[in-house]
């Protein structure tokens, strides 16, 4: 939350320092931020332009997997036949702290043909309906995808 903060500040300041506040401004302040502070902390591990771009990939991963989704939900709804395969299944959780748990649920909740049903009380599994896979092992593995992007910012 400090290198946001910071990361905004020096977006500020190099609009100022260039004596307009623009768009174009403030997005090279920022990236001349983002550079600094990748320097700074290029030696930690868990640092704040990996998590930034880590974000960025989860954000295109999930249109990704939201256009995808779409479409195979469109597949079913204008199918003479459809054949779908509603299942209930049960993905085992990595991820640990309640926010990144929230995510994961709002995420694929968010995804057309799933739902996220809860949690269990140990934390360790999420149960979700899925209704556009017809193998359960491909299903479980687009929820745990979405996961590991999520891994890659928070926990």
């Given at each position: 939350m400090l290198e946001l903060l910071i990361m905004i500040s020096m977006s500020l300041l190099w609009s100022l320092f260039l004596?307009?506040?623009s768009l174009f401004n403030?997005?090279?302040?920022?990236?001349?931020?983002l550079f600094l502070l990748g320097v700074i902390q290029r030696e930690q591990e868990d640092n704040?332009?990996?998590?930034?771009?880590?974000?960025?990939h989860f954000v295109y991963r999930f249109f990704v997997e939201l256009f995808m989704a779409n479409f195979a939900i469109a597949k079913l709804a204008f199918a003479l036949k459809p054949k779908f395969s509603p299942h209930v299944i049960a993905v085992p959780l990595r991820l640990e702290s309640d926010a990144?748990?929230?995510?994961?649920a709002a995420t694929i909740t968010l995804?057309?043909?799933?739902?996220?049903?809860?949690?269990?009380?140990?934390?360790?599994l999420l149960y979700a309906h899925a209704i556009g896979e017809a193998d359960i092992a491909k299903a479980k593995d687009s929820v745990s995808r979405i996961e590991t992007l999520i891994l890659g910012f928070m926990n």
């Open positions: 004596g307009e506040l403030l997005t090279v302040g920022a990236a001349f931020s704040f332009v990996s998590r930034f771009f880590a974000v960025l990144a748990i929230a995510l994961l995804l057309p043909g799933t739902v996220a049903m809860g949690v269990s009380e140990d934390k360790k």
